[in-house]
């Protein structure tokens, strides 16, 4: 197919670029290194777990050892399938606080205030339970649903929370974040609301759309300075695709400056040492990456059921009865059924810190032998 836009990945941002350039009548090809997403655990919103380590699915990066992880490798999973990373990570859905947004926009970022991507994330979404339409939107792409099982186990955790002085806030993603409240998802029902299972199906079957999956990109193509196609390794071949007007790199927060560093633009120095012909200076590309750490504290509990009671045998033969016939119970359950977002110390104008709360401990949430031993 003649493309007129070249998407390199097909993660979440991937797939809704896809989704609203063919929508809007261009022609795309969506290139995508990993394989489509046939894992039946991708799609079970509680069977993640083995695919945080799944190298079918997962890059399965490790953070080199730095002062901060008092030395540690610690593990970074991004997903390598359709969907990307919204095809194996835990389904939570948090917009984050309207002041990251307005920080972005007072450093330069132009049209990143919270007030002009709002109308984007109301028009991305579908929440059909409630919520202020002046930040909720309900007829977008993206399902998003409140829990459906709550054990009794998370509202103690909210009654605690309030007793601790944190507020109940019954929408996080609305007018006010800070407090304590319940976890929303980005789920379909039963399954699992990975972007491919929600923007891309959206334009499924449309002659404007292909997808390429096993399809790993690498050097960018250029005419003079202008970017024109991207270089691709697909079943041990060496492949090129043009694109009409653009290509868009939409390989991860990890992926994307390195297809920019191997295509020659990024830090000129850095270029030289991995010796790579240096197209364009870019300083910037490769540096300032934020992640956030997750620091996992473990409690006993008495006479309060448990995940991990559902998800053994013979609890888990009904929950999986639940399942099939009703679309509930434990199988449903993403990570996180209720989280608090607040402040690490005063003095700050917004909520640094997010405390999530699972009724659960999984003994591996992706951190496998490098896992923080702190936290065991
Ligand atoms: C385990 C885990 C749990 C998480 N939990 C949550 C959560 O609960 N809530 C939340 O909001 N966020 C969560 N996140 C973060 C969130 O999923 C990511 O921020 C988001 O998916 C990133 O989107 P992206 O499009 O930038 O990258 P990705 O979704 O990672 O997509 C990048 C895509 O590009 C492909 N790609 C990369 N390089 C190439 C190449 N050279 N050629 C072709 N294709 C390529 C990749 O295979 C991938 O499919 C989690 C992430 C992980 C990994």
């Given at each position: 197919m003649q493309a007129d836009y070249v998407v390199v990945g097909a993660g979440s941002a991937g797939c809704a670029v896809a989704c609203r350039l063919v929508e809007g009548g261009a022609r795309v090809v969506l290139l995508e290194a990993g394989p489509k997403d046939r894992n039946i655990r991708i799609h079970v919103?509680?069977?993640?777990?083995?695919?945080?380590?799944?190298p079918k699915v997962n890059w399965n990066y490790t953070s080199e050892p730095v002062e901060g992880s008092a030395g540690r490798r610690i593990s970074l999973p991004r997903g390598k399938v359709l969907g990307g990373s919204s095809s194996i990570n835990g389904m939570l859905y948090v917009r984050g606080n309207p002041a990251d947004y307005d920080g972005w926009a007072q450093m330069g970022c132009r049209g990143w205030s919270y007030e002009e991507v709002l109308p984007y994330f109301r028009q991305s979404e579908s929440y059909k339970?409630?919520?202020d339409p002046e930040y909720r939107?309900?007829?977008?792409p993206l399902k998003v649903e409140d829990y459906r099982t709550i054990l009794p186990l998370t509202h103690r955790f909210v009654e605690a929370a309030q007793q601790a002085g944190f507020p109940l806030t019954?929408?996080?993603?609305?007018?006010?974040?800070?407090g304590v409240g319940y976890s929303q998802m980005t789920r379909r029902g039963r399954f699992r609301g990975s972007t491919a299972q929600t923007y891309l199906r959206a334009v499924k079957g449309n002659p404007n759309l292909e997808v390429i999956t096993g399809a790993r990109a690498g050097r960018l193509l250029f005419e003079g300075k202008k970017c024109v196609g991207v270089t691709y390794r697909q079943d041990g071949q060496d492949k090129e695709i043009r694109a009409n007007n653009e290509v868009v790199l939409c390989g991860g927060a990890y992926n994307s400056p390195h297809l920019l560093q191997i295509s020659g633009i990024g830090p000129a120095a850095h270029l030289k040492d991995i010796g790579v012909d240096v197209r364009h200076d870019l300083p910037g590309v490769g540096s300032n990456l934020a992640d956030h750490f997750a620091a996992r504290l473990k409690h006993r509990v008495r006479g309060e059921t448990t995940m991990n009671q559902l998800s053994r045998f013979p609890h888990v033969v009904p929950e999986v009865a639940k399942y099939v016939l009703f679309g509930k119970g434990a199988l449903t359950f993403g990570v996180t059924s209720a989280m608090v977002f607040c402040r690490s110390r005063d003095g700050l104008s917004s909520p640094d810190l997010q405390l999530s709360f699972t009724p659960a401990t999984p003994?591996?949430?992706?951190?496998?032998?490098?896992?923080?031993p702190a936290c065991k």
């Open positions: 919103p509680a069977a993640l777990r083995p695919l945080l380590k799944d339970q409630g919520g939107g309900g007829n977008g019954p929408d996080y993603n609305g007018g006010q974040q800070e003994k591996d949430m992706g951190q496998g032998e490098l896992g923080n």
